[in-house]
Structures are given as C-alpha cells and as structure tokens.
C-alpha cells in the first residue's frame, strides 16, 4: 500500500514516504478549520450573535500552542500501522483530541483567573472587555463547553469501525475523567496549600496533566490502531513517565520561565501560591527561616529566589531526568514500528526540556 503525506491540509498518495511532524499538525489543523466552518455556519443561521461567539471559541482553538495531544496519538496508532497506513481516516479523531484541550484551558483560565494564554488575552478576559466582568466568566465557561462538544461531534465523524471507535471512546472518556478529577485537586489544594503535600502534588500532576497530555492519547491512538496488549503496558508506562515530567517542566516554567517566551505571566504561581510539586518540595527541603518567609507570602521574585536557594529547583530537575530515564527505557523494549519509537524517543526529551 502507498504512504500517504500532508501537503498543506490535504492528504497525497505518495509511496512510502514518512508524515513528517510539520505536515501532520497542518493536517490536523486542516481538518479541524473545515469542521469549525461548517459549524459556525450553522451558528449564523440561527443569529449573527452566536456566529460570532463560535468564531471566538474557533479563534481559540487555533490560536497556536504545541499540539502535543494529536501529535502522541498519532504516534500511539502509527506503533502499530506502520508508515504505509493512510492517516485521513484517524484526523478527525485527533482534532477532536485539539478541542478537547482548548475546553480545559479556558475553563482553567477561568479558574486562575490568567490574564493571558499563548501570548494572547484569555477568553475570559476577551469577552469581558465587550461586556463586563461577570460576563467575561459566563461567556468563556460557555466558549469551553462549546469545544467539549465540538471535540465530541468530530470524533463521532471519524470512519472507523464501531468496535474499534468504541474502545478509543472508553479510553477518551477515562482521560476527560482524570483531567476534571485532576483540576478539581488542583483547585483544592489552592484553598489549604499548607495542608498539601509533595505526593499530593504529584498525584495531582499526574492526573490533570500527565493522563491527558501523553498518557491516554498514546492509548487512543493506539486504540485506533485497533490496539495491542503489549504495547498498551509500554505506553502506559511512558505515558505516566514523560508525562508528569512535563507538568514538572510547567512548575519550573511557571516561576522562571519568561513570558514573552511561554507566552503567560511568569509569576501567576507563586502569587496564587498554587500548590505545586516545586513549592511543595522547597517547603520539605528549606530551613525554618526559609519556610517562614514563604509562608508569610514574600513577593514572587524573593519566593523564586529561596526556592532556588532551598535546592528544589534542582531536585525538579533530577525529576524530570528520572521520569524522561522510565519512559524512554520503557519504549526502547517496546514491540513497535522502528519510525514511531524514534519519533516518541525524541517526543520525550522535547516535551520535557523545553522554553514555553
């Protein structure tokens, strides 16, 4: 059988040559433009209001970011298919992963109150300078339920069999579980974060960040692929791994990392003292006096300064190297398409050492 490969947003015949990274997010992009253009279409025909309410939920989804999520199902399914396999049938699926992600975003933006996302102003923040406020909030929780069932009405379009839509539906309902059961430790421990712990941190990381980010998209894709048991131990074990190195990145990133680079305020973390596996950990690791000024709510460049001071930072660090060691062990043993293990070895040095 022919390889296919992405030009722009179309999928061409050409034999055996591999998708490359660039042309699969065009494609995936591609895919999910025309699927948002027939549904603000719709919007528009019921009142010019609400067309213009999806065209921002649909600026939002395409607004940029890393694409991480279609990208690690892509490589789920292709450890399996093999670079002959046409990937058209499977692009509906992995836009529905894209919209999936811009739902949770927004309502976490919403949750933080961030005033900014990939650079640009949060949907909250846009909508409220039309209207105010209260507005603002209802709008964007809104806009995110929006994409919910947005991603949900894409994965349905896509032409699979029942039986194997039906596995990849069990494991995309298990990863929007975990995420919402992720944000809500998340959100819990904000409201006591000097009763938060170190593992609950990392419980948290792997729930809302880990599961959804790397873990179930590895398994969606590969459930698309119609699955393999022995595959599955391996991705759930990378997926875990590279994951919550991830979210461990975003910890560090959160108070060093710069803003005209991630694209957020550096410092949203430490002022809202969000409990997180760094701060956590530079409680556990600092002196008396160091614990005293942190907890006292010193500004965020002092806090910066005394987490680094403490070691944690460093310890992050040697985490992240740890979980990034698990993963890649666990893919190199791995009974898979040669192309897919390297794309997800480099996946997880590149997703875990990164500047935004």
Known sequence: ????????????????????????????????????????AALDAVDPELGGFA?????????????????????????????AEPVEPVLPALGALELMHTFALVHDDVMDDSATRRGRPTAHRLFAARNGTRFGTSAAILAGDLCLVWADQLLART???????????????????????????????????????????????????????????????????????????AFQIYGIAVGEAFQLRDDLLGVYGDPAVTGKPADDDLRSEKPTTLRMLARRMATDAQRDELDRGAGPSRQAQIITATGARDRVEEMIQERVEEGVAAIRAAPMQPDARAALLELAVAATHRPA
């Open 159 to 233: 032409p699979l069999t029942p039986h194997v839509l039906m596995e990849a539906r069990t494991r995309y309902d298990r990863m929007r579980i975990e995420a919402v059961a992720g944000q809500y430790l998340d959100v819990l421990g904000e409201t006591d974060p000097g009763s938060w712990s170190v593992e609950r941190a990392l419980l948290v990381a792997r729930h809302k960040t880990a599961s959804y980010t790397v873990q179930w998209p590895l398994g969606f894709g590969l459930a698309l692929a119609g699955g393999d048991p022995r595959l599955d131990e």
């Open 1 to 40: 059988m022919a390889n296919h490969t992405l030009e722009g947003n179309r999928v061409e015949a050409i034999p055996r040559q591999p998708v490359s990274h660039r042309a699969l997010i065009g494609a995936v992009e591609g895919t999910l433009a025309d699927f948002l253009a027939s549904q603000i």
């Open 55 to 83: 065209r921002t939920a649909r600026d939002l989804v395409m607004a940029g970011g890393k694409r991480l999520r279609p990208t690690f199902a892509y490589w789920g399914w292709r450890g399996i298919t093999g670079p």
